[in-house]
């Protein structure tokens, strides 16, 4: 039986606290501090647990909570998230330090790249928006992300943000990634379905190839 894929990460600067469990499988998260306080739950800006997922998310920031809801659902994680920060300054940090510290509990979870697909694709389309989303779990950090958006913000949520975050999640997760959206007309549709087509390259990635458990995908025969 495969080792269970999870992650407890806690953060913690003079910007922002964030908290993560995670658990790349699905099913129940790992023990360890949430950072949810007693009676927060009705604050929580998205939460969803059915038979195989648990996901609450609450970074103070309502659309970034969106992203991070449907990058986990599509992904297929369970995933408690949850960060307060500096937002009488602005986002930035908030945002930034939620995918830093999201990205060091994929790695971490991740583990061993032994016997993993490594490299995965995805297309998703949101009505009339669709983007495209490829990643390797190359362990060379890199983005390119090109989301087009137009509008200054999506809920209180900064649009210069969402590109800077997938940069920030490839970096902690040692994950190169290339993010498209290929067409659209509503940004919220733009960034909503390059989360879900990222997600579904990622958990394509991160599947186990039968008959491959002792080896590595590199010609290096390391990653």
Wanted: proline share 2%; net charge negative.
């Amino acid at each position: 039986m495969a080792a269970a894929r999870t992650a407890v990460v806690a953060r913690k600067t003079n910007e922002t606290t964030v908290h993560v469990l995670l658990n790349l499988d699905g099913g129940a998260l790992p023990q360890g501090e949430s950072g949810f306080g007693a009676g927060e739950g009705g604050a929580r800006h998205a939460t969803q647990v059915s038979s195989s997922q648990a996901i609450a998310v609450d970074s103070g920031i309502g659309f970034l909570d969106h992203m991070v809801h449907a990058l986990a659902k599509h992904a297929g994680w369970s995933l408690s998230l949850h960060c307060r920060g500096d937002l009488h300054i602005d986002d930035h940090h908030t945002a930034e330090d939620t995918f830093l510290a999201l990205g060091a509990a994929f790695k971490q979870a991740l583990g061993t790249m032994t016997g993993l697909r490594r490299f995965g694709h995805a297309y998703a389309p949101l009505d009339e928006a669709l983007s495209r989303a490829v990643v390797d779990l190359s362990n060379r950090p890199y983005s390119v992300v090109a989301l087009g958006l137009r509008r200054e913000k999506l809920g209180e949520l900064s649009t210069e943000m969402l590109p800077h975050v997938l940069a920030s999640w490839a970096q902690a997760a040692g994950v190169t990634l290339h993010v498209d959206c290929l067409r659209g007309d509503n940004d919220h549709h733009r960034a909503e379905s390059a989360f879900k087509a990222l997600a579904l390259a990622i958990r394509e990635a991160t599947g186990r190839v039968a008959g491959r458990e002792n080896e590595v995908p590199s010609t290096k025969g390391v990653l």
